[in-house]
């Protein structure tokens, strides 16, 4: 009897337990089994990039300064490191047959300039000369002539016979031949001694250019400095020989740097005068601009490009720095990445409708690592984030602010 008791006592035990808890499911808030969520407006706009790339420092203006002529080094003025003004001699070649070429060249020309000067006085002294024959023979044409005009005079008065009028006739004949010879010599001198003075002066000319070009010559045996800078390199030493072409030395212009680095060819396209760039190094960060972009890629497939720093760097050239800078990938709306899901396949951004969580498939068009660009949804929308793993589209969702 004692057992079945119990065992009554038992079941009406479970029955008392068991009707509260049925209660208890039925007056439940629905919310209280809602995932909890908070979402973020996503706006429309274009995705950047920030991009980190090596740089290499070096000056804008920089030349490799070759010898005009060959040569023996004579001797070496500067060295690696020495800072040289504009037309420093710093290399000098062995010059013992550009100085013989300028000494002769410069005794041609003295002569040549002597031998005019000697052409000019004599043409002085024979027009001078034959000037004062023509004189005389007009100064005789004049009074033979005066003396027959009297004889024909005296002749016609009875006073004189014919035989010697007939013969200062023909001294006033033999006069006027006199007078034309003497123009003759006058004009022939003049014209001979004039072609023999332009040969001379072609003569002079052509010493000066020689002895132009003798000097040019010994000129090229000193190699100089085309602008003040710093010597970089000095790739000869004294009693070396240096062919015509070979360099000399290398100057550079530390005052002004430009960076090198190189950039895909699908970022090179995007990169243009217009985007900021920063260079940083020891310390410091300066704004850069780019100069020149390269056209043709290496043969790595990179296209090599040319920033210039806003302001001086307190680096040398050859350092390394870092340039930075920011590049857009696409325009779209832009969505954290933490609010993207992968959903069979597919990538989903999540809305609220009526309380349950709505997928949205999306098309990322570009994703900077942390926010990504899509196409597919709308701008302005509220969109979950972030999203939890457990989530699932129609899920009942709890916004918390």
Do not use: W
């Amino acid at each position: 009897m004692k057992p079945y008791l119990l065992a009554l006592a038992a079941l009406a035990l479970l029955a008392a337990c068991k009707g509260p808890v049925q209660r208890s499911e039925k007056t439940q808030n629905p919310l209280s089994s809602a995932l909890r969520v908070t979402v973020v407006s996503v706006p429309a706009g274009t995705l950047y990039s920030s991009l980190r790339v090596p740089v290499t420092l070096r000056p804008v203006l920089q030349s490799d300064v070759a010898a005009r002529v060959g040569g023996v080094v004579r001797s070496v003025l500067a060295h690696a490191g020495d800072q040289v003004a504009a037309g420093q001699l710093v290399v000098a070649l062995s010059n013992g047959s550009q100085q013989d070429a300028v000494q002769s060249a410069s005794v041609n020309l003295q002569t040549a300039q002597v031998n005019l000067r000697k052409a000019l006085d004599q043409r002085s002294s024979a027009q001078a000369q034959a000037q004062a024959q023509l004189q005389a023979a007009q100064l005789a044409l004049q009074l033979s002539q005066q003396q027959a005009a009297q004889d024909r005079a005296l002749y016609a008065q009875g006073g004189l016979a014919k035989l010697a009028l007939m013969q200062q006739n023909s001294a006033v004949a033999q006069a006027e031949q006199s007078l034309q010879a003497a123009r003759s010599a006058l004009n022939q001198a003049t014209a001979v001694q004039g072609q023999d003075l332009a040969l001379l002066r072609l003569q002079v000319q052509a010493a000066q250019v020689q002895l132009h070009s003798a000097e040019l010559s010994l000129r090229d045996t000193q190699v100089r400095a085309p602008f003040a800078g710093v010597i970089s390199h000095v790739a000869v030493s004294q009693g070396e020989y240096l062919p015509a072409g070979g360099t000399a030395f290398t100057l550079a212009d530390p005052s002004r740097l430009e960076a090198r680095f190189d950039l895909p060819t699908a970022q090179a396209a995007k990169l243009s005068a217009q985007v900021p760039l920063t260079i940083s190094g020891a310390g410091q960060s300066v704004p850069a601009k780019l100069l020149r972009n390269g056209r043709l890629p290496l043969s790595s497939g990179l296209v090599q490009l040319v920033a210039e720093p806003a302001g001086p760097l307190a680096l040398p050239a050859g350092s390394v720095a870092n340039l930075r800078f920011r590049l857009p990938q696409a325009s779209g709306t832009l969505v954290p990445d933490s609010a993207l899901q992968q959903v069979g396949g597919q990538t989903v951004a999540y809305t609220v409708r009526n309380g349950k969580a709505a997928a949205v498939p999306v098309e990322v068009l570009a994703d900077n690592g942390s926010r990504s660009a899509v196409r597919g949804l709308p701008a302005g929308s509220q969109v979950i984030d972030p999203v939890s793993s457990q989530l699932s589209s129609g899920q009942p969702v709890q916004v918390v602010r």
